[in-house]
């Protein structure tokens, strides 16, 4: 079946800009997980969905970046202002439900801010 | 706090050679661990996962982990790594939160 898709693969944004991210889970799926994977902090977690609230919101890094998910299914996160140190693959990733620790990742998002 | 360390950050091997890639991990409590594998250009794949039971896990293309919960531990393995392994290896804890906290990971290259 169809794994997490992520869209755009990448993506080039000015300095100030704000960007969005976006995330289709896996059908079925009602946890969802956003990452950030960059060169100086390796694979970070940002936030944690089940269906469309946000239990976990501690790894998000400044209040320009939020994310939303409604009909517990598609997500998206939005990144503010953008600076350049937002640069940085953003992963999302899915499993059955907050009792499944068993995530399946998708491609990411290549986030270059110049 | 929870945390991931891993001690090699740039592995080479010749193929045929054994690997053991180290992972310890700081937890209190009830700790879920894997093994994640990203090859060139690819998204992260799991490799294996241990959640209670039997500590010595098997996961796929013959990579196996042991749990030694004395130790903090859960050490990758394989007996003979191919070229075809050559890629980034990264261990995680999952604790009580469903947050998955990695390790800065570990390059493999296998060379022919």
């Known amino acids: 079946g169809a794994g997490v898709s992520q869209s755009p693969s990448n993506k080039v944004t000015e300095k100030g800009k704000d960007v969005e991210l976006r995330c289709d889970p896996i059908s079925g799926h009602t946890a969802l997980y956003w990452y950030r994977q960059s060169l100086g902090q390796g694979l970070e977690f940002l936030i944690y969905f089940q269906g469309n609230s946000a239990p976990d919101k501690s790894g998000l890094p400044s209040d320009r970046f939020s994310a939303e998910r409604t009909g517990g299914s598609v997500s998206t996160l939005t990144i503010q202002r953008t600076q350049q140190e937002d640069s940085a693959v953003y992963l999302c990733?899915?499993?059955?439900?907050?009792?499944?620790?068993?995530?399946?990742f998708g491609p990411g998002t290549r986030l270059t801010v110049t | 706090a929870q945390s991931v360390s891993q001690h090699n950050h740039h592995v080479i091997l010749s193929e045929a050679a054994s690997l053991e890639l180290g992972c310890n991990y700081s937890y209190g409590g009830t700790v879920n661990l894997f093994w994640y594998v990203q090859y060139p250009g690819q998204h992260l794949q799991l490799l294996l996962k241990?959640?209670?039971?039997?500590?010595l896990v098997k996961g796929i293309k013959g990579f196996e982990a042991e749990f030694i919960k004395s130790k903090f531990s859960f050490n990758l393995r394989k007996p003979s790594v191919q070229w075809s392994d050559t890629a980034e290896y990264f261990c995680?804890?999952?604790?009580?939160?469903?947050?998955?906290?990695f390790g800065t990971g570990t390059l493999l290259a296998v060379q022919p």
């Open positions: 241990y959640f209670s039971g039997d500590p």
């Open positions: 995680a804890v999952c604790g009580a939160t469903n947050k998955l906290i």
């Open positions: 990733a899915s499993s059955l439900d907050w009792t499944s620790y068993e995530q399946y």
